[in-house]
């Protein structure tokens, strides 16, 4: 069990540039879930899907934001024309859900800084 | 929507001394999941113990152990024998039982271990 992974670990950017951020769960965890987490703050819901359907998104998700999992296995989440309220961790998490104690497993997260 | 509470931002404890991180939720909901997690630095957060709420006995995870009480909404975490592996941010997160999958994360709490 390798555990979760993301892609890339940090990434730097202009304003108004798009970005891309890979993870990829647990093997055969049904449940991915991405969070966002700023300084000095608690990780925030942003969306979440089982296997390949995206089943509920956050207000935190603005137009600008999309996220898939096609296939059901790795998720992307992209931001587009990026703004500076942006820079934050993206953290990623998988469960083998459904179930009742169902615990999500985290990944080392994304730190994104938009210049 | 459901509110989590850690009025705790800093705590500092002597090494194998005991600590007691607070926190509280609101909710009007009757059955749900309660959780901490520990974020070290520059390392990815890990689960370190679970409560059911149906449940009335307390959860202990070897040193680690919750004062759970469901009337006062109160959900405390115990460190006994503190190590200064121990030392990280510590979250309280919440998750309805009602279908709704996403946690909820109190802002955290740094724990300090002093040697």
């Known amino acids: 069990d390798t555990g979760v992974s993301q892609d890339p670990r940090h990434k730097i950017t202009k304003r108004g540039q798009n970005v891309t951020f890979r993870c990829d769960p647990i093997s055969e965890h049904n449940r991915l879930y991405w969070y966002r987490q700023t300084l000095g703050q608690g990780p925030e819901f942003l969306t979440y899907f089982q296997n390949e359907a995206q089943l509920e998104k956050s207000r935190l998700l603005s137009d600008r934001f999309s996220a898939e999992r096609p296939k059901g296995s790795f998720s992307t989440l992209e931001i587009q024309r990026t703004e500076q309220g942006d820079s934050a961790m993206y953290l990623c998490?998988?469960?083998?859900?459904?179930?009742?104690?169902?615990?999500?497993?985290f990944g080392p997260g994304t730190r994104l800084l938009v210049l | 929507a459901q509110t989590v509470t850690q009025s705790q931002p800093e705590m500092s404890v002597q090494e194998a001394e005991t600590v007691t991180l607070s926190c509280t939720y609101d909710t009007s909901e009757s059955d749900y999941y309660l959780f901490w997690y520990k974020q070290p630095p520059s390392r990815q957060m890990i689960l370190v113990i679970r409560q059911e709420a149906y449940k009335q006995q307390n959860a202990t995870e070897n040193r680690f152990s919750v004062n759970f009480q469901k009337a006062a909404k109160s959900f405390s975490l115990k460190i006994s024998d503190s190590q200064l592996g121990d030392a990280a941010m510590y979250f309280c997160a919440y998750r309805s039982a009602y279908g709704n999958e996403k946690l909820t994360f109190g802002t955290g709490t740094r724990l300090t271990i002093i040697p």
């Open positions: 998490a998988s469960s083998l859900g459904p179930g009742v104690e169902e615990t999500q497993y």
